[in-house]
């Protein structure tokens, strides 16, 4: 290390991250790795968030900590400044100010092994875990279990609708909550994970025969589309919830490999506050003449 064992710098943290997540993993569109940061500046403290938003900074700042290390990226895409009267740029200027680091690690975590969804997976103690869309041969992800997704067996069989219960149960708690679609009664033995946005893998899970897919952001159309298809059900929870297990797994990593101290956010920063819940009625709302 460049200070000391009990001191890593910037640049020690980082050349651990990219050991266990390299670069060369994320996806083409991607953005990760040092975002701010002298590489000298020494590590004490590190905060692991999923989102870099005016709460999780205002919790780091208060915690004294010398790094965030996030999974979702500040600037994915391109902008032209970063004046303090933007809400991006506010966020840089107060990291620059109180000397916090930032680095992302988003897509190259999606993809390793282990990575986002094997902490999902974890959550319902899936076995006999492999990846639900491997990555491409030409990729420099290829093999060794790598890959977005999970998918393994449940401790037990489960309905839908108990699935769906347990789910919010183990999960982390949001307004948003977690629900699900097909025959409530379906029984789930296999079932496949993946952190974040996942009707992209719709077919992935279809194709590989498991009876529910968790995952977040599912649509309408694609969602109705892949169950008129007799594709597995579906059960979707938070974006945030689905990604925040991830955290324990990350904060362990840096005390073992640095022996920094780590923190991690529980701040939910799913942007949905408020649910509400359909009353149950026996019959259907009768036909109201115009």
């Known amino acids: 290390m460049s200070t000391s064992a009990s001191t890593p710098t910037v ?54 900590v010398d790094m965030i290390v996030a999974h979702h990226p500040l600037l994915l895409r391109g902008v032209s400044s970063v004046a303090p009267t933007t809400f991006k740029g506010r966020i ?6 109180a000397g916090v680091a930032l680095h ?9 092994f282990p990575g986002v969804s094997d ?45 769906t219960r347990h789910a919010a149960a183990v999960l982390p708690v949001t307004a948003w909550g977690v629900r699900a679609a097909g025959d409530p009664g379906r029984m789930v033995r296999t079932l496949a994970v993946s952190g974040g946005s996942g009707d992209g893998f719709l077919a992935a ?45 990350l904060a362990a990593f840096l005390r073992e490999a640095l022996g920094v101290e780590t923190l991690v956010s529980n701040l939910d920063t799913d942007p949905w506050t408020v649910h509400a819940a359909a009353p149950v009625v026996d019959d259907k709302e009768p036909d109201r003449e115009g």
Do not use: K
């Not at 701010?36 to 004294?64: F, H, K, S």
């Not at 974890?122 to 990555?135: D, E």
């Not at 059900?233 to 925040?244: K, V």
């Open 11 to 64: 640049a020690d943290v980082v050349a651990e991250l990219e050991r266990r997540y390299p670069p060369a993993w994320a996806e083409e569109w991607d953005r990760v790795g040092l975002v701010l940061g002298e590489p000298t500046a020494a590590v004490r403290r590190v905060l692991c968030v999923v989102d870099v938003v005016p709460e999780t900074v205002a919790e780091a700042l208060a915690a004294g």
């Open 92 to 97: 840089v200027h107060q990291l620059i100010r």
């Open 104 to 112: 992302v690690a988003h897509t190259n975590a999606d993809v390793a």
């Open 119 to 163: 902490a999902l997976a974890a959550r319902f103690g899936l076995t006999g875990l492999r990846p639900l869309h491997p990555p491409a041969p030409s990729s420099p992800a290829r093999g060794d279990g790598r890959g977005i997704g999970r998918i393994g067996e449940l401790p037990r069989p489960m309905t839908l609708a108990e699935l």
């Open 205 to 249: 899970a279809s194709a590989a025969g498991v009876d529910a897919y968790l995952t977040a952001d599912l649509r309408h159309h694609p969602a109705g589309e892949h169950l008129a298809a007799d594709g597995p059900a579906l059960i979707d929870a938070a974006h945030w919830a689905t990604e925040r297990p991830w955290l324990d797994d």
